[in-house]
């Protein structure tokens, strides 16, 4: 029976005694009142013990796996929780050195949750006048539905309402049937014993309380479940190892049984190594003096053989599973919340991760890398159109590039994988030569105007004010491959590259023009006009400076020198072969003087400005 606590709500003394059936009731009843729920679930500890629980309008869940929820919740000795498809929203812990936990148990607390609830839901936790923690209310959302931190504090003030000052009271009766839960070990039910095949695996018992929820293991049901001896296993951890379909069925064959009355025998996969891959789970209901349902006890037992009507399903199951793992092509399957539940072979080596390592975890957890709002578009532009949708990625964590291909299904997504890592080196490497002259590396016209039509539409992140264009032609360099022959003099436009590159920020740009000729692109200059002249000087100066120092070319050394054009435009104004011919006219007035003279195209008079260029 469900216990009554003694203390009064003030302000509900209509709801009768805080943690009764009515109290409760009410309360689920009001959390489900807020927009969007799929049903509410609040569950009431003593003494680490579960003492009473209640639920309304359940749609996405079951009251089992809203349970162990709420146990993952007090294990984890959390607060608050908000948790949608796409991980854990907000989540604050309740140690006491911190109130949130780290980022990255932040991030792994979604998934863990999504074990047990696979829909987005809240969670609060309330506590009794001492501050210790005596329940958890829990809402589901539908799938549409987006709860925020606003859903969280709703739930906080209906908790509060109910439980103003933490008014939980010790209970007026004590559970009698803590001594038969604390047993070491639980018998075999001979009813359902002589239903089993003993020579066909080793049977286990169990018992469930429908009360507190927890579950009792004989020593050979945890040996054959592999249980960990330093954690108290429940139905709700074997249900998180089952595939969905078999948890589904387990889920609602339990739920059945607390609630009709009903007897099971499911025969289950069970992913394990070895040849025993099915766990055969028999339960039937046992009634307390009141008639309901105070526990649900059964048999379990691993096997080989497939449940009746299934080994042929079974047998198809297995051929296409090894067909898949063995096939050339790399894919993978999830489910509809994106979560890895097949690798093959293929994927394992081509994406560098273990399928032991990716089950059940979502995909762009397990590679932040994947922009996520592009693979969902692929996956909704594929399912209104019923055919698949290709779009390309690339792995920063493994360095290389993929071609997925979505698929998408019923019951989840199918993703084929190509590796085309090679293929997109080939044409960056093609767009490389393009865009860039063979010898210096540096930018080529094609380029060089591609970087003006920027300038001119506005789009550089760092742009403002004005830029200007500086036109550059070597003095002296016909001399150089005429006496020392073309392999010297093309070390030495190498060396006038790297030098020019070196002179300037990050953000402007050098290209090769052609021949001993080269542009510099200066952006981001000053609004006035004659600051941008100012520094267009101070800049190309510079040039000249790095052009004329001695170049050390093997044996020998050169000198050079150089003329420069220079003009100036404003940021979103100006033609890239109007601005190209302005400076090439400057360049050639300045070169009517001594070498190592700057000019600088004026606009007004259409005529270049003679400047020292020391």
Known sequence: MEREFSAASPGRDARGPL?????????????????????????????????????AHLQRISSWTALATCRFIVRERLRRILVAPSGAGHVQSDHQDTNRPSPQRAKE???????????????????????????????????????????????????????????????????????????ASVPLDPELTRLVDASDGTIG?????????????????????????????????????????????????????????????????????????????????????????????????????????????????????????????????????????FVNQRCERMIGHTRMDLLGQVIWDAFPQLRRSALLCAHEDAVASQASRTLEVHLASISADFEIRVHPGRYGIMLSFQDITERKRKEREVEHLAQHDTLTGLPNRFALEQVLEQQRRHVAPWASGSYAVLFIDLDGFKDVNDTCGHVEADRVLIEVARRLQKAVRNQDTVARYGGDEFVVVLCGLSDSANAATAETKQVARKLLEAITTPIVVGSSTQRIGASIGATISRIGEGEAESLLRNADMAMYRAKRGQTGQIGIFDGDSNESVPLDGG
Request: proline share 5%; with cysteine; net charge negative.
């Open 205 to 341: 018992a169990w018992e469930m309380s429908t009360l507190s929820g927890r579950t009792m293991w004989s020593q050979a049901a945890r040996e054959m479940l592999d249980a960990p001896s330093d954690h108290e296993f429940q139905m709700s951890d074997l249900l998180g190892l089952l595939p969905n379909e078999s948890h589904e069925r387990l889920d609602t064959a339990l739920d059945d049984c607390r609630r009709k009355g009903t007897s099971f025998d499911e025969t289950l996969f069970y992913p394990c190594e070895g040849a025993h891959k099915w766990i055969r789970v028999l339960g039937r209901p046992y009634t307390g003096a009141d008639g309901t349902v105070d526990a649900v006890r059964g048999i379990i037992q691993k096997t080989s053989k497939a449940p009746p009507g299934e080994a042929r399903q079974s047998s198809f199951a297995r051929q296409l599973h090894d067909t898949l793992d063995n096939i050339p092509d790399a894919l993978c399957l999830l489910d509809q919340q994106w979560r890895f539940t």
């Open 19 to 55: 943690g009764d059936s009515g109290a409760l009731k009410a309360l689920v009843e009001e959390a489900c009142a807020l927009p969007s729920t799929a049903g509410a679930f609040v569950a009431v500890w003593k003494d680490g013990n579960l003492v009473c629980q209640k639920h």
């Open 109 to 183: 607390m979604g998934p863990l949750a999504f074990r047990y609830i696979q829909c987005p839901f809240a969670a609060v936790t309330f506590r009794d006048r001492s501050q210790r923690l005596r329940g958890v209310l829990l809402v589901a959302y539908t799938d549409e539905a987006a709860p925020t931190k606003a859903d969280l504090d709703a739930l906080d003030r209906i908790a509060g309402q109910v439980f103003p000052h933490g008014g939980l009271s010790r209970p007026t009766a004590t559970d009698g049937d803590d001594a038969a839960e604390s047993a």
